[in-house]
């Protein structure tokens, strides 16, 4: 009874071993030649949301963009715009204000309060993700208005980039001159107490 036993224990560990010798050759052995064609024909494409993480906290904003930037950017790009085509390098330290990540703001400074003047340089990096789609040159020729401020306010100064009914460059001759008084104001109280 005991060689029986000897016997099962012995045959059981032989055929362990030539098993693990046969899977460890097929795992080195070289991958067999998928046939044209094959090859993608289980390919998937995931398409969730790009801006899905973003709208976790900015609730609003996926709706506001595609309101300011829906169509035109469509057919400029050839798809929806999200958020990373203008805040691009975008890390989870981002909500401590990292300070890579462009923000837009509606003014430099609010009205009746000492204007404040950015450093070109900073004016150029926050206008930098606008100028991408919307050429200067363009710009330029459309209004005289981006002539005479390009150098000194952000695109953020006059347009509310993140919109919600009207285009970033659809506001009314009124709302234009809302703009325009709200900074140019304080030139013309200057003058007056001059």
Known sequence: MGNIKLAIVIMLKSLLAFCLYGYSIHAVAEPAVT???????????????????CVQCHKDSKETVLGSHGESAHALLGREVNCTDCHSSISPDHREGAPEVVKYRAAQSQPGTEKV???????LDANSQCIDCHKPDDLREASWTHDVHAQNLTCSNCHDVHATEAKVLG????????LCVDCHSDFNQKKEEE
């Open 35 to 53: 046939p044209v064609g094959e090859s993608t024909r289980h390919e998937v494409e995931l398409i969730r949301d790009k801006d899905y993480k």
């Open 117 to 123: 003047f950015l450093d070109p340089s900073l004016i």
């Open 171 to 178: 506001l009314d001759k009124k709302q234009t001159i809302k």
